[in-house]
């Protein structure tokens, strides 16, 4: 081979590494959008026309209901061409309230807009919760169909859940316990849990017992009407939507959830429910398009910021993915997951970035869940400067066996064949990733049949009791990887996964064994830049791994 050949041959070389290195760190370019070239979301506009609920018979006094005085100030405001409906300072109860086009209903500061305990004020309806069509009490707050419409201001709207919610006896203290089983309802034969009704707990014992059945109308749920808790803000098929600087709070079900929305934003909202609060999700986004969630605070009892397009067959018959998001500068402080993406996926999830956010205390920080039967592709998700602290399970998380059994290393199990019910998580780029505090830094596990893969978690510095364990998974990038470990044996635990790069890993000293691979489907795992000699071991392959399946260079 002569010089000039040779050196044409390594500036090749050069040339296509830098191009993978390149593709690894920035966005793919065909999704049409970058970090410096994010989605947008066409905002509302209205009149200056302002209209009093007062005007309509609204008394603040936290007896008398007002709901038609409520409702029939944002019918009149619509009827003229729209504008601001002002709930002026006080506390004022009320049953639903149904938004209309071009109205902008403020929540004025030190307004406590209060939705009533009493079940009868909300009619059985048809909708759909966790994915499905199902029947459910109509939402404190509505609208489906509507253009340019919004909830602004400082004030606070408060779902009243815990009219609405059972609760164990465990998640209060005495004196709440002593409180809540004398304001009435019915506690359990075994005495460990309240129930707002009997209707409630009738359904709490029926199975699917929402679930929408051909033939049935609401009046067949009428005897578990109470357990079909609504959510306090289900806005369906609205386009131009803007929910602005108000505190939304006590929601009976799920917080807030825009479905089949296009351009909505939320900014500066504060979404609080109890820790304890049974499906207290913050926002469920689903099957929208074109979002911003810009500097909100939460702080519930389930997954907080949660990206979700239907479950199952009803969601991929559906087919409307969500899609072109921008998530940053927000704080989570409680939820079972701060960034969340399913587990009800299935009509799909692509184009979102989620940077500058802050997540603390929360069960898992970055969390993506599925299972076999979803269906659905998660792809081209991007996610930096996130800083979390004191995550109680994992801080970066993927699983598609959410609800169902993993198998048992070693065990004999029936691997189905690819088909539209095989859910997909790939092309996933998440950086500077700051984790003070988890049980686990980072968890992957894919399916058999189908791989969580085209995942690059670069630049971060995690601590945590567990360092990183992949389990079918394949074409993963870790560079640039502090870990700060309590359990050293492994660092890395890797099972039958494959394709994957680490690169400049850092470790603590005298860590006990670096990496341990299983599996025999495990293989072409290759080690840059790292230095093994902090290590007592530095590799334990399992008996079934084949040998060269992993390159420490």
Not at 191 to 208: A, D, I, Q
Not at 238 to 255: D, H, I, M, Y
Not at 473 to 502: D, F, G, Q, Y
Request: glycine share 10%.
């Amino acid at each position: 081979m002569t010089q000039k050949k040779l050196i044409y041959g390594l500036l090749l070389i050069f040339i296509i590494l830098a191009t993978v290195n390149i593709n690894a760190q920035i966005p793919d370019r065909t999704i049409g959008f970058s970090w410096e070239n994010l989605p947008t979301a066409k905002t509302p506009v209205f009149k200056k026309d302002t209209v009093n609920i007062v005007k309509f018979g609204a008394i603040s006094d936290g007896i008398s209901l007002n709901t038609n005085s409520i409702n029939n100030a944002v019918a009149e405001c619509s009827k003229n061409g729209g504008g601001v409906v002002l709930v002026p300072q006080g506390l004022w109860l009320t049953g639903p309230v149904v938004l209309q086009n071009n109205v902008n209903l403020h929540i004025a500061k030190k307004a406590l807009l209060l939705f009533t305990g009493d079940f009868e004020q909300y009619k059985l309806l048809e909708g759909s919760y966790e994915g499905k069509p199902s029947f459910r009490n109509q939402s404190p707050i509505s609208g489906t169909n509507l253009e340019n419409i919004a909830i602004t201001g400082q004030g606070i709207i408060d779902g009243n859940g815990d009219f609405w919610r059972s609760v164990n006896k465990g998640q209060l203290t005495e004196s709440e316990w002593k409180k809540k089983i004398t304001s009435g309802g019915i506690v359990s034969e075994d005495g460990s849990r309240w129930f707002p009704s009997e209707k409630y707990m009738k359904g709490h014992l029926t199975p699917n017992a929402a679930q929408v059945v051909p033939g049935k109308t609401a009046k067949d749920y009428e005897e578990i009407k109470d357990f079909l808790r609504p959510n306090l803000l289900v806005l369906t098929q609205c386009k131009r939507v803007l929910l602005e600087g108000v505190t939304f709070q006590n929601s009976p079900a799920w917080c807030l959830h825009p479905l089949m929305c296009e351009d909505l934003t939320l900014m500066n909202v504060n979404v609080k429910n109890p820790e304890y609060a049974q499906n207290g999700d913050g926002i469920d986004v689903e099957s929208c398009k074109n979002v911003l969630i810009d500097g909100c605070t939460f702080d519930v009892g389930d997954d907080a910021i949660c990206i979700k397009s239907g479950k199952d067959k009803f969601g991929r018959e559906r087919g409307i993915p969500s899609e072109n998001m921008v998530i940053r500068n927000n704080m989570v402080y409680k939820g079972h997951g701060a960034f969340v993406v399913g587990s009800e996926m299935s009509g799909g999830a692509r184009n979102i970035f989620v940077s500058d956010c802050t997540f603390m205390g929360t069960d898992k920080g970055i969390r993506f869940k599925t299972a076999r039967g979803r269906g659905g592709i998660v792809e081209n998700i991007f996610i930096k400067n996130i800083l979390m602290k004191d995550i109680q399970s994992e801080a970066i998380y993927f699983d598609m066996y959410y609800f169902t059994k993993p198998p048992v290393p070693g065990e004999k199990v029936v691997v189905p064949e690819v088909s539209e019910e095989t859910p997909q998580f790939q092309k996933i780029q998440i950086s500077n990733v700051v984790c003070n505090g988890a049980d686990k830094g980072i968890f992957i596990r894919g399916l058999p049949e189908m791989a969580v893969k085209n995942i690059s978690i670069t630049n971060s510095v995690i601590s945590a009791r567990i360092g990183v364990e992949l389990i079918e998974a394949e074409n993963i990038t870790l560079k640039n990887i502090r870990l700060v470990t309590k359990e050293t044996k492994p660092v890395i635990a890797i099972e039958n996964s494959s394709s994957l790069t680490i690169d400049s890993l850092k470790y603590n000293k005298n860590t006990d064994l670096l990496f341990k691979v299983s599996g025999n489907r495990s293989g072409n795992i290759d080690v840059f830049n790292t230095n093994v000699s902090n290590t007592n071991k530095s590799l334990e392959l399992g008996a079934d791994v084949l040998v060269g399946a992993i390159r420490i260079n």
